[in-house]
T-cell receptor
């Protein structure tokens, strides 16, 4: 199956600092990746769509200056949480879309647990 | 984007067959149906994907009626390790605008 990795798996940082999370598709190329956030006992919430070589598309209510997304290659997208605050503490999950013919399938990374103190 | 409706939770016992049904009345012609499994503090894991009729792999079967307004994930002979949240999603057509929106999922609990 298709493999997507995330790094780091967990991070603890002080309030006001920035944190970068990497998402990599290991065995396929992905022109499109997605970033989700998940709070305890809740479903995944789509934050933004990351497009290789172009600007990310953010969902309503997600601050683009707060959550910087860079999709510099066909296998790597990064999410930077800038000036993190305790309310940004969450489980961040990325996915990469693999296209085979007309069929698309999203494969998810293992997630990154962010704790802002 | 098609909205999906699933039962919030289900309980079953080891060795039983579990069927989880998902409603997606507004599914588009080109949409696929995909099921994911998620354990706590992990990313969703792809289980199965289909377009119509029946799809089977080593893990599960997916039944899709002719009108495609619903689908049923079938897990044969479940074990305790199948306790997880299962998400039904529709989408995945060849479009740069397509994206998957998660519903609430079904929390499946397997008992000994």
């Amino acid at each position: 199956g298709a493999v997507v990795s995330q790094h780091p798996s967990r991070v603890i940082c002080k309030s006001g600092t920035s944190v970068k999370i990497e998402c990599r598709s290991l065995d396929f190329q992905a022109t499109t990746m997605f970033w989700y956030r998940q709070f305890p006992k809740q479903s995944l919430m789509l934050m933004a769509t990351s497009n290789e070589g172009s600007k990310a598309t953010y969902e309503q209510g997600v601050e683009k200056d707060k959550f910087l997304i860079n999709h510099a290659s066909l296998t790597l997208s990064t999410l930077t949480v800038t000036s993190a605050h305790p309310e940004d503490s969450s489980f961040y999950i990325c996915s990469a879309r693999r296209t085979v013919g007309f069929q698309e399938t999203q494969y998810f990374g293992p997630g990154t647990r962010l704790l802002v103190l | 984007l098609a909205k999906t409706t699933q039962p919030i939770s289900m309980d079953s016992y080891e060795g039983q067959e579990v069927n989880i049904t998902c409603s997606h009345n507004n599914i588009a012609t080109n949409d696929y149906i995909t099921w994911y499994q998620q354990f706590p503090s992990q990313g969703p894991r792809f289980i199965i994907q289909g377009y119509k009729t029946k799809v089977t792999n080593e893990v599960a079967s997916l039944f899709i009626p002719a009108d495609r307004k619903s689908s049923t994930l079938s897990l044969p002979r479940v074990s305790l390790s199948d306790t997880a949240v299962y998400y039904c999603l529709v989408g995945g057509t060849y479009s740069s605008a397509s994206k998957i929106i998660f519903g609430s999922g079904t929390r499946l609990s397997i008992r000994p």
